[in-house]
T-cell receptor, first 114, second 112 residues
Framework: GENVEQHPSTLSVQEGDSAVIKCTYS??????FPWYKQELGKRPQLIID?????GEKKDQRIAVTLNKTAKHFSLHITETQPEDSAVYFC?????????????FGSGTRLLVRP | NAGVTQTPKFQVLKTGQSMTLQCAQD?????MSWYRQDPGMGLRLIHY???????DQGEVPNGYNVSRSTTEDFPLRLLSAAPSQTSVYFC???????????FGPGTRLTVL
């Protein structure tokens, strides 16, 4: 089955700097890669996603890149702000044999220092 | 729309007790799933369903049962609670083929 590894587990940056979180996946058939943000005590919420037929996607200060050959994808946050502080999860999924599983990485705790 | 709802928000059980965590969605999503979240381990898939009457196991199914009699509801049953099942449980739903997966607010379960 699919396995997703996420690094780093914690990341501390100065406000205004960039933050990069990296994930690798094991199943080459995976074709959908969302990123979720979870604030303290809240539910995870989708912030950006990418499909396997696209190499990069941007939405304002956040971007995701995908390298299918190496089976890794990354989240990039530019001009970080204190409100970006949260836990970020990557995930990978595939639709196969009438079944669909979304498998998550272990999370990255991002702290943006004012 | 209420989205995905879960009850209860908090629950304390004694070892060996049974209980059902409730989950409902009003978005007519075919796909529903249950995750548990433990510190440093992310969100691990327990069980999922691709439609009414169809369920399957995820990564960590042992100790949990599910059923899906309607599109809206997907309850998670703990048959005999153990301290290892202390966790935060999230229910989620999404359209079957494409679309965002939405999470419920979570249930914090403590087993003594």
């Amino acid at each position: 089955g699919e396995n997703v590894e996420q690094h780093p587990s914690t990341l501390s940056v100065q406000e205004g700097d960039s933050a990069v979180i990296k994930c690798t996946y094991s199943d080459s058939a995976s074709n959908y890669f969302p990123w979720y943000k979870q604030e303290l005590g809240k539910r995870p919420q989708l912030i950006i996603d990418i499909r396997s037929n696209v190499g990069e996607k941007k939405d304002q200060r956040i971007a995701v890149t995908l390298n299918k050959t190496a089976k890794h994808f990354s989240l990039h946050i530019t001009e970080t702000q204190p409100e970006d502080s949260a836990v970020y999860f990557c995930a990978a999924s595939l639709w196969q044999d009438s079944s669909y599983k979304l498998i998550f990485g272990s999370g990255t705790r991002l702290l943006v220092r004012p | 729309n209420a989205g995905v709802t879960q009850t209860p928000k908090f629950q304390v059980l004694k070892t060996g007790q049974s209980m059902t965590l409730q989950c409902a969605q009003d978005m007519n999503h075919e796909y529903m799933s249950w995750y548990r979240q433990d510190p440093g381990m992310g969100l691990r898939l327990i069980h999922y369903s691709v439609g009414a009457g169809i369920t399957d196991q995820g990564e960590v199914p042992n100790g949990y049962n599910v059923s899906r009699s309607t599109t809206e509801d997907f309850p998670l049953r703990l048959l005999s609670a153990a301290p290892s099942q202390t966790s935060v449980y999230f229910c989620a739903s999404r359209p079957l083929l494409e679309g965002e997966q939405f999470f419920g607010p979570g249930t914090r379960l403590t087993v003594l």
